[in-house]
């Protein structure tokens, strides 16, 4: 049949039986295509566990050794599969306790795997979060210090709820070897997150406005159960934390992995510049309420970073922007958006963008990337949650 034939072809020539048969024929190419592939995954997969296999040579004729690099490898990956690979080669067993010794110990793991794995809402892993918690010594340690202890352990979750069940198992434990310190957990609950919040107040050079001393005291009034905390307590708190910030744990390389192997979307975009309005095509990834650009697909760290923290997003008409098919990044509560990039000389620095204005190829792809990123744009949780138990120790009064 020539070319010319085969173009001028016409479904509506076949019989009945013809029709039948060549959507037989379609189905059957579509799932030989799915068949196809599934075996791509996994040979995919196979290949993936072969390059996890780069334990040293002292260890390579011991199976059990690479298992357990296989396992600590994937669970960087997806914290979930890795304790099961882990479970399922009897080279963990299954309890809350042994899990939580595993995580606790913590070699070779990453640490924002190990928060997002702890912060899980299923049941075994509620019994994992409070089995990890309690094996922390914090018996005569000042607040200050046992939360410096417990946050060095793992990376907070950017989700609410996961940070609100920690904070409370944080809490219990802490009040649990300190009888006597506080009326309640809610007291410990409600000035754990007051110090968070003073560490990052104090030392994110995006916040302009500092607190006081007295600001900090003024805003924990009537905290223990109505009554005030010693002044002097507080004092202390304020001065540790000014002193000395939190450190955040360094992760074992994989966390750029971890990050953006899985994100809520990725695409090409052209981004406006700050200072100078020229526009760049830059490669986005969204993820982890964040959201990351970079110059080429292959670069292992990115040129700038956003995070989706009180800001929204909204369309930008064509006139204005003079570009098809824009959306921007604004806050409506400050100047500039806190953000950071990497200058030309390969140092990181503040952003200086009162508005993140990007374009996308199409109105489609414009739609989607503003609903992913609504999805995904967070106001600081520690705020929301600490007005909630504020309002919950009211209400038993």
């Known amino acids: 049949m020539s070319s010319e034939t085969c173009n001028s ?21 579509l799932q030989l295509l799915q068949e196809i592939q599934e075996l791509k995954d996994e040979i995919a997969d196979v290949q993936s566990e072969m390059d996890m296999i780069d334990v040293s040579d002292g260890s390579q004729n011991n199976p059990k050794t690479k298992q357990m690099s296989i396992g600590k490898k994937k669970f960087n990956m997806d914290p979930k599969k890795g304790i099961e ?53 914090f018996s005569d340690m000042i607040l200050v210090q046992a939360l410096r ?8 979750p950017g989700e609410a709820q996961k940070i609100d069940r920690m904070m409370e198992c944080f809490a219990e434990r802490y009040c649990e070897l300190n009888p006597g310190m506080f009326t309640s957990t809610d007291t410990c609950y409600i000035l ?15 916040v302009k406005d500092k607190p006081s001393v007295e600001r900090f005291i003024t805003m924990n009034r009537g905290i223990n159960d109505g009554v005030n905390l010693p002044d002097e307590l507080l004092k202390s708190l304020y001065e540790s ?16 992995m971890h ?38 697909t292959t670069d292992k760290e990115p040129k700038g970073i956003i995070p989706l923290e009180n800001i929204q997003v909204r369309e930008v008409p064509t006139e204005k922007a003079n570009k098809p098919n824009c959306f921007e990044l604004y806050t409506p509560v400050q100047d500039i958006i806190k953000a950071c990039k990497m200058d030309k000389e390969g140092k990181v620095v503040e952003g200086k963008h009162s508005v993140y204005r990007m374009s996308a190829a199409t109105k489609d792809d414009k739609d989607e990337w503003i609903r992913c990123i609504k999805a995904s744009i967070s106001e600081n949780p520690f705020y929301d949650m600490l007005a909630a138990r504020r309002k919950k120790v009211l209400h038993q009064k």
């Open 192 to 206: 754990s997150f007051a110090i968070i919040m003073l560490n990052t107040t104090l030392h994110n050079p995006a």
């Open 149 to 156: 202890q417990f946050l060095w352990s793992f990376r907070l």
């Open 259 to 296: 990050t953006f192997f899985n994100p809520d979307k990725e695409g090409w975009l052209w981004k406006q510049g700050g200072r100078v309005k020229n526009w760049k095509r830059r490669w986005f990834i969204l993820n982890d309420n964040c959201l990351y650009y970079f110059q080429f």
């Open 241 to 256: 934390i000014k002193n000395e910030p939190f450190k955040i744990p360094e992760d074992d390389g994989n966390d750029l």
């Open 85 to 137: 690979y882990l479970i399922e080669h009897q080279l963990l067993p299954n309890t809350p306790e042994e899990v939580a010794k595993f995580l606790f110990q913590g070699e070779g793991l990453n640490k924002t795997a190990i928060g997002d794995y702890l912060g899980e809402a299923k049941d075994f892993n509620i019994s994992v979060l409070k089995a990890f918690v309690n094996l922390h010594e």
């Open 9 to 29: 072809f016409d479904l509506s020539d076949l019989t009945p039986e013809e029709k039948l048969l060549l959507d037989s024929i379609r189905k059957r190419k």
